[in-house]
């Protein structure tokens, strides 16, 4: 990107954002950082063909390729490592973890959950849905998923005869969660409605649609909403987020993928050069992104769908990533979970 | 017959109805002779019915509804309604009496709804809400019966009255097929089995046994 094209984007996000006044000055690229690649990277966990890694207060999770699911609790890792599902064949699998309980699905069409600390005996059948697309979400003790032309959700136990509709006539991709309300972005808009199908949905923020680059990775924290668009990250307060312009909080030289943020920093999976087949994890303070920080070597494994659906996670004072090691370029399999300080 | 592309076929006094590609199709039954062209339709994806002169269909593509014209091809296509909620992973179930079109919205949180047959001019009127995953229905008088899942793959029967059709317990469980039930002047008749089915096992041998029900007195013999 030169700083010509540059400023051009930058022009045009401002027209659309409201830049004046702001403390971010698109004209000057941040520059690039160097990472703290001399702090610990220790590794955590290797396995063949690792796809995808979760963490939470007490808990490491990952995923293979082959369907098994396990974790560990993140202090003793190897002692006391336990398994929710053994795959034996290369699967698409999706996850989903919160509030004590774990959720996968099987051959896409049916969702199992069990405690984090373990089954009790076997999972528990949440729901069987053909209708099922691809992902699934939780929040405090339900299981959410877009099916047909509704968003569902049940409880851990299971679903009654029929779910419980969380959003009627909505299929949200990637949708996120507050105490109360679930949000989601349709590339032109973000939608919220209450979690518990209490109530109708309501437009929160509308994109222009004239930009090229519509709204992805939604986060939410804080009473903010965060979204990525190409190169940029925006975020707005939800109570004003359609009566004043977004505040662009990120200019990066390359696309911003997987936006997560906790209560101090955003961290973004990006490149680092167009054609490097691995990515790292960039970190930021959340109110003044001057100078993106790396914190991992260039060997982040990039997603391929569903089978890598989560190739970092961050916790109170660590980031966890997949790691493809020196030699797993061309493969593109991880084989390792490295961990290192935020 | 060759047809290049149909979803399901509908009989009427000695015609059957048929989607091939863009248009639909009549053909007898009984003399069989060249097909005869009805009305060309766009995004045609299920024939529904065929009641006095019109033809009934389902379009699903950007918009799911459900539309008529009639079968002459001498008019345009209506809306008869556009809050159809369709799974393409299950059958989809229509009925129609003097007066009005009945469907199954046939997903996981389903329901069944109905019309008048020249459409709604506003949302359609429910006729059972909440149903796991309605997939069939019969009329018979006065009578709705309809199919839905007790559990996954299992499916039961249950019969209302209509117009009010007050939900009640199921007539029949355990039926081995969503559409293993059918009806003439004095019984029903249902296919069941004791053992589990699912429409993704096709390797499983079903024992299946198929039982009469006088319609006056329908208990199980």
């Known amino acids: 990107v030169t700083h010509h094209n540059l400023s051009l984007v930058s022009l045009c996000l401002c027209y659309v954002a409201g830049c004046a006044g702001r403390d971010v000055d698109l004209d000057h690229r941040a520059p690039a950082s160097s990472a703290p690649m001399g702090s610990d990277q220790a590794v955590v966990f290797a396995e063949e063909g690792l796809a995808g ?9 990952w995923l293979t390729r082959f369907g098994t699911f396990q974790s560990c609790v993140k202090t003793d890792c190897e002692q006391t490592r336990l398994s929710y599902a053994k795959g034996n064949h290369e699967q698409a699998v999706a996850i989903a973890i919160a509030n004590g309980h774990v959720y996968w699905t099987l051959d896409l069409l049916s969702v199992f959950s069990c405690a984090a600390e373990g089954c009790e005996t ?6 069987k849905d ?19 032309v509704d968003f569902y959700r049940c409880p851990a136990s299971g679903c009654a005869a029929t779910p419980e509709i969380a959003v009627s006539d909505a299929i949200p991709y990637l949708p996120v969660f507050d105490d109360a309300r679930v949000y989601w972005h349709s590339g032109a808009a973000i939608m919220s409605a209450p979690a518990d199908g209490s109530g109708l949905p309501e437009l ?3 994109w222009d649609p004239s930009l090229k680059w519509g709204i992805g990775d939604l986060s939410v924290a804080g009473g903010f909403l965060y979204w990525r668009s190409d190169r940029h990250a925006f975020r707005c307060a939800i109570a004003s987020c359609n009566t004043s312009a977004p505040t662009l909080l990120v200019t990066w030289d390359l696309p911003v993928y997987n936006l997560t943020i906790d209560a101090s920093a955003i961290y973004w999976r990006g490149g680092v050069t167009d054609n490097r087949p691995a990515d790292t994890i960039y970190t930021c303070p959340l109110e003044r992104c001057e100078q993106p920080t790396a914190l991992t070597p260039p060997r982040l494994a990039t997603p391929v769908g569903v089978k890598e659906s989560s190739t970092f996670a961050i916790d ?12 797993q370029w061309l493969s593109r399999r991880a084989k390792t979970i490295r961990k290192t300080a935020k | 017959l060759a047809v290049l592309a149909t979803d399901g076929a509908v009989f009427d006094d000695g015609q059957v109805y048929f989607r091939d590609q863009g248009a639909f199709y009549s053909l007898s039954v009984l003399q069989p002779g060249p097909r005869q062209p009805l009305t060309r339709v766009v995004n045609a994806t299920l024939v529904l019915a065929v009641r006095d002169a019109y033809l009934y269909w389902l379009t699903s593509n950007t918009e799911t509804s459900i539309r008529r014209a009639r079968r002459d091809g ?9 809050d159809v909620r369709f799974s393409s992973f299950h059958d989809f179930g229509v009925a129609t009496d003097a007066t009005s079109i009945y469907w199954t919205n046939n997903v996981l949180a389903g329901s069944i709804h109905r019309c008048p047959l020249v459409g709604c001019s506003g949302a359609s009127e429910v006729v059972v809400a909440l149903l796991r995953t309605p997939q069939s229905l019969l009329i018979d008088g006065s009578e709705l019966y309809y199919q839905h899942e007790a559990k996954p793959d299992e499916y039961s029967l249950s019969r209302c009255s209509l117009p009010a059709c007050a939900q009640s317990s199921p007539l029949v469980e355990q039926l081995t097929a969503p559409g293993a039930f059918a009806l003439d002047a004095q019984y029903l008749y249902v296919a069941t089995s004791e ?13 299946a046994r ?12």
């Open chain 1, 122 to 127: 076997e999972p528990a059948m949440v729901v």
């Open chain 2, 74 to 82: 001498s008019s345009v296509a209506e809306t008869i309604s556009d």
């Open chain 1, 130 to 148: 053909p209708g099922l697309r691809a992902q699934i979400y939780a929040h405090q003790d339900h299981v959410y998923w877009s099916s047909d």
């Open chain 2, 195 to 207: 053992q589990a089915v699912s429409p993704y096992n096709e390797e499983q041998e079903i024992v």
């Open chain 1, 53 to 61: 890694v979760w963490v939470d207060d007490r808990r490491l999770y």
């Open chain 1, 316 to 327: 109170a004072t660590e980031v966890y990533w997949l790691d493809l090691g020196d030699d």
């Open chain 1, 204 to 206: 929160v923020f509308e």
């Open chain 2, 210 to 221: 198929i039982r009469r029900l006088p319609k006056t007195n329908q208990e199980l013999p």
